[in-house]
């Protein structure tokens, strides 16, 4: 790993109260010493004791005009830092153009801009947190609801590497007696240990699966629920998502096919995020635009976890819809029968005769309905149960992956004891989900893929 300086601006740029501008490395405090200045003449900051404050400024003696900024300094002693390394963080003026004149001042004077995420990857590499951690460092940044940052802050304080631990240490223990047993089989007695091992490997894939069966709840926690709105032309697409937003977003007239393009927004349904997309109505047309809107529209209800297909109940079914609901009718799906203030021409059995898919009957322009499309949401996804509790939620893709490989190898255990297949055997496939499982707290991981995950971080964080 690098051991050099680094520096970024770790507050967001754009003018603010407060900016941050962050050091860390073996010659932080030395560059400190090079461009502060103590208002009252106190000696240098190298000298001063570890987690004290300083009021000064920060100055540039190659310039007339020598200080940029007055500021307040932190100084941090290693290890008792974030990176474990000496740590300076320089608190300034929240202007865009200071913070990067103190920046480009530290740089000048011996550190080096900071990659994206380097001084978490320092944190990790120099053994202060585990890969689990550091990955919820970037959850808890961009967390979209309260869901998701109390899953992250769980992570960030080890629940996922306190539960993966035991996983391992049941089964290196595991390992440790078989290799002990084969070294030694004159004083170590295997006779009937597949059995026992039997039932310490099911506990462990049982363990497995329910961390597996968090994960798609995980996601959606994370990441929201992505929510494509589907309809033909002047179904009330367009007036759905702005009653579902509270907002006038999307353009709403009478003319069928005003919407053209597709319109993303996200919105907070009861602490669960929905990231709602309007398309374009769908049915046959002759106009080029037109056409385009209608390909994207199909293309984002393939990938779609939910899909809000609505209806006017005031004019007939057409082709148009039978081919709508031919695309959605093995999906996770709701149907709003809208416009239900007016007369009614299409009714809920004839949609039901289509559609096994929940029917609501909605008036967008009473604004009628919204509350049962809100809990039959819930119900869809959560069961209609959406609890904060203490429950360790996978919310990581690289971290389900590595979970399904372990429990495949559990599998290949489970099928040696099976078959009576020599103790060896067990060996094997064990250490594998040994190693499965410390994939996800970085313990052997590759250079290339560790840059790769800390690459998507932000700089100064």
Same mark, same amino acid.
């Given at each position: 790993m690098k051991t050099d300086t680094i520096a970024a601006i770790a507050t967001a740029m754009t003018n603010s109260g407060i900016g941050i501008i962050r050091i860390s490395g073996e010659d932080a405090f030395t560059v400190i010493d090079r461009i502060y200045q103590s208002k009252n003449g106190k000696k240098k900051l190298s000298e001063e004791k570890s987690h004290t404050v300083h009021y000064g400024y920060?100055?540039?003696d190659t310039k007339e005009n020598k200080i940029i900024d007055e500021v307040m300094v932190l100084i941090m002693?290693?290890?008792?830092?974030y990176t474990r390394e000496d740590t300076v963080e320089i608190d300034c003026h929240g202007g865009v153009l200071v913070m990067q004149k103190i920046l480009d001042t530290v740089v000048c004077h011996g550190a080096r801009p900071a990659e994206p995420g380097e001084f978490t990857k320092r944190a990790f590499l120099n053994g202060r947190i585990d890969l689990t951690q550091a990955e919820s460092v970037m959850d808890v940044i961009s967390s979209k609801?309260?869901?998701?940052?109390?899953?992250?802050?769980?992570?960030?304080?080890?629940?996922?590497?306190?539960?993966?631990?035991e996983l391992r240490e049941k089964i290196i223990y595991e390992i440790a007696f078989i290799e002990s047993a084969l070294d030694d089989p004159e004083h170590i007695n295997i006779d009937g240990y597949g059995q026992k091992l039997k039932t310490v490997a099911e506990e462990c894939k049982e363990r497995i699966e329910h961390l597996l069966d968090t994960a798609d709840n995980g996601k959606i926690l994370k990441e929201g629920i992505d929510t494509v709105i589907v309809g033909k032309p002047n179904a009330g697409k367009s007036s759905l998502m702005n009653v579902l937003l509270k907002k006038e977003r999307a353009i709403v007239t009478d003319i069928a096919g005003t919407t053209r393009d597709v319109l993303e927004e996200q919105m907070n349904l009861n602490g669960i995020t929905l990231n709602i997309i309007d398309t374009a109505g769908i049915r046959d047309t002759e106009d080029i635009v037109e056409k385009i809107g209608v390909d994207k529209?199909?293309?984002?209800?393939?990938?779609?976890?939910?899909?809000?297909?609505?209806?006017?109940s005031s004019t007939p079914l057409d082709e148009n819809d039978e081919k709508i609901m031919e695309m959605i009718k093995d999906r996770t799906a709701l149907v709003l029968l809208n416009k239900s203030d007016l007369d009614t021409v299409t009714t809920e059995e004839m949609i039901a005769s289509h559609l096994d898919q929940k029917i609501i009957k909605v008036s967008m322009k009473e604004n009628q309905g919204v509350d049962? /499309?809100?809990?039959?949401?819930? !119900?869809?996804?959560?069961?209609?149960?959406?609890e904060l509790n203490d429950e360790v939620y996978i919310t990581n893709a690289r971290h389900k992956a590595a979970l399904s490989n372990a429990k495949d190898s559990l599998n290949m255990v489970l099928d040696s004891i099976a078959m009576e297949m020599p103790e060896d055997f067990y060996s094997i496939d064990l250490m594998n989900t040994y190693e499965e499982l410390g994939?996800? /707290?970085?313990?052997?991981?590759? !250079?290339?893929l560790v840059n790769e995950i800390f690459s998507k971080f932000c700089t100064g964080k």
């Open positions: 920060i100055v540039d002693r290693a290890p008792n830092t609801n309260e869901f998701a940052l109390k899953s992250s802050i769980s992570q960030l304080q080890g629940s996922l590497q306190k539960e993966i631990k529209a199909k293309d984002y209800l393939v990938n779609a976890d939910l899909i809000i297909y609505v209806v006017d049962e /499309l809100e809990n039959a949401i819930k !119900e869809l996804f959560f069961h209609g149960k959406v994939n996800i /707290l970085g313990e052997s991981l590759g !250079e290339d």
